[in-house]
């Protein structure tokens, strides 16, 4: 995780690169339409902006192994209940790519 913080709080950045490359590439092997939930956190650096820090993948995909996907629906739901406390937003794999991009240049 890198913080970059320029002369005032318009010019910081937040870049991660390995989030970004996790982000990659998964919408390579799952595809740019992938539903995911974006997580945002605020560092004390820049109290004023939310940066995304994070992901869960959206529902879980429904297949033709009942058990496995009532236990990832199970895992969801945890993951869900996290969320009640953050910011977040559903979005695409390849808007959240777009907003990471965007995130970690400098304003």
Not at 29 to 49: C, M, N, R, T, W
Not at 66 to 73: A, H, N, Q, R, V
Not at 90 to 106: G, P, R, V
């Amino acid at each position: 995780m890198k913080f970059k913080k320029g002369a005032n709080a318009m010019n910081t950045s937040y870049g991660n690169e390995e989030l970004l490359e996790e982000v990659r590439q998964d919408m390579i092997e799952f595809g740019s339409d992938l539903q995911v939930i974006a997580i945002y956190s605020i560092f004390p650096e820049d109290e004023d902006k939310y940066y995304i820090t994070d992901y869960i993948w959206g529902e879980p995909i429904h297949d033709s192994d009942m058990d496995i996907y009532e236990e990832e629906m199970k895992l969801h739901e945890k993951k869900l209940e996290t969320l009640k406390y953050t910011k977040h937003e559903k979005m695409t794999i390849e808007e959240l790519y777009n907003n990471l991009l965007k995130q970690s240049k400098t304003i």
